[in-house]
């Protein structure tokens, strides 16, 4: 929100609530319309000192702390637990990120090398399965602090990207009660500084206001988090039903409503973007019918392909393999791309050196490509689809499979002018011009329509759809 602007009947409603009542409050607050700009408006007027701001990444924070008072505690969930959980075990903590995968390779040493490599064809998903279920509060039902869990282990397996075979559900087990098991020595990675103070015990401290940003992406473990250190705190949360688009990682369904009725908040509503101008806004009333615009003007188009001159452009997509095509053809008339955004490039090649050889003749890659899609299938994959078409896109245009994955690595290494990112990777960034390729792969069904919505709020300017 520019600084200029006077405020909208809705956040003097919100400051005269909080002024003039003590109850919990939750904001439902649509794209661009301020949120963080809210939360400092009313942490700067609350009388009642010292307060905390949870917020969702390291960048929130950072900018927070160069806009809030002093008196404010500025924190991501990470490093409120971590700082819990080193009290808790009375250690100096160690942050490995690569701890999962450490563990899992000193296991594959234990055992025969026909062993190992059974165990390597299972590594992403037990990689996947151990990071969901820190995500959603499992604990293996052998360990002592097991009824403790937020949820058993056919939840996990109904969450994950496809049903894991017995081997990859016992590595799972066996990698996560490892990893707690180094947790309680001092040796942690990122999402153990939530899981373990959330789950395994830590004195909270105590604020007599918290503010919570980002509310319908928080995990199972977020909550519980939220629920210790809010037990005699007054709690403000911001959060956007409609942007709620991270399941497949673990953020708790109805995170909103829950946190409504667990801790009797009351709600109010920021419906007026500063970001999008009014056609932008139009463009989504059949997600949000009372969204506003502070603004006129904006242009909703579409096109037919996505234009070569477009230096500086971002294209987003619901899907990876529209994008690495679009990436490919842009790199392949001279033009250099970024294709960081997308969500599985390095999964990506590591299966594709899984498919065989790398003599592999270009038929025979795209035979083992349409094999493993349908194992996968036949697997309930929810991403298999996807996955498989990103590789043909790669393979299709190599004469071998060696060809294809040196230029799958080639690509994801660049860092050009235009990006390509998928819906997901997009929220919470904003561009003047977006190009939605392909918006037909925004289905109806499961959190599809809120991508489709947050994809189409990242304009400024112009939104243009590539069909």
């Not at 960048?59 to 637990?81: H, I, L, Q």
């Amino acid at each position: 929100m520019p600084p200029d602007l006077s405020l909208t009947p809705e956040q003097l409603a919100i400051l005269d609530f909080v002024a003039t009542s003590r109850a919990n409050l939750m904001i439902s607050a649509l794209a661009g319309t301020g949120k963080s700009t809210m939360l400092w408006l009313l942490d700067k007027a609350a009388r009642v000192q010292p307060h905390l701001y949870l917020v969702f990444n390291a960048a929130n924070a950072e900018e927070a702390r160069a806009k809030f008072p002093s008196t404010t505690t500025v924190r991501t969930f990470n490093a409120c637990g971590h700082r819990i959980w080193a009290a808790a075990c009375a250690k100096n903590l160690s942050l490995n990120k690569r701890k999962i995968s450490d563990i899992f390779k000193a296991l594959t040493e234990e055992v025969s090398r026909i062993e190992a490599k059974e165990m390597w064809e299972v590594y992403d998903q037990v990689i996947e399965g151990v990071h969901l279920a820190r995500s959603i509060g499992y604990i293996p039902s052998h360990l002592a602090n097991a009824d403790k869990r937020l949820c058993g282990a056919e939840t996990l397996y109904t969450l994950m990207d496809s049903r894991p075979p017995a081997l990859a559900r016992t590595l799972i087990d066996s990698v996560l009660a490892e990893s707690i098991r180094q947790a309680y020595e001092g040796t942690i990675d990122f999402p153990d500084q939530c899981y373990m103070p959330a789950l395994f015990g830590g004195a909270y401290p105590r604020f007599p206001l918290v503010l919570v940003d980002e509310y319908q992406d928080l995990s199972p473990v977020q909550h519980a988090m939220i629920e210790k250190l809010c037990k005699s705190s007054r709690q403000i949360g911001v959060g956007d039903d409609a942007q709620s688009i991270y399941a497949f990682r673990g953020a708790k369904g109805g995170s909103m409503t829950h946190a409504k009725t667990k801790f009797e908040m009351a709600e109010m509503g920021l419906s007026v973007s500063f970001r999008c101008p009014w056609n932008i806004v139009r463009n989504v009333h059949w997600r949000v019918p009372h969204f506003q615009a502070l603004r006129e003007g904006g242009l909703v188009r579409m096109m037919k392909c996505l234009p070569r001159d477009v230096e500086g452009a971002t294209v987003l997509c619901r899907n990876n393999a529209p994008l690495i095509h679009k990436a490919m053809l842009a790199l392949q008339h001279g033009t250099s791309v970024n294709v960081s955004g997308t969500d599985i490039s390095g999964r990506l090649v590591r299966q594709m050196a899984k498919l065989g050889p790398e003599e592999l003749t270009r038929a025979q890659t795209l035979s083992a490509i349409d094999t493993w899609e349908l194992e996968k299938l036949a697997n309930s994959s929810k991403s298999a689809r996807d996955t498989a078409e990103c590789m043909r896109v790669f393979a299709r245009k190599s004469p071998s499979l060696g060809s294809a994955i040196a230029y799958a690595k080639h690509m994801f290494e660049q860092s050009g002018e235009i990006k390509f990112m998928t819906g997901h990777k997009a929220k919470g960034l904003e561009w003047d011009h977006v190009y939605h390729l392909q918006p037909e792969l925004c289905t109806d069904f499961g959190q599809d329509p809120n991508v489709k919505y947050v994809i189409d709020t990242r304009a400024r300017e112009v939104l243009s759809y590539i069909v």
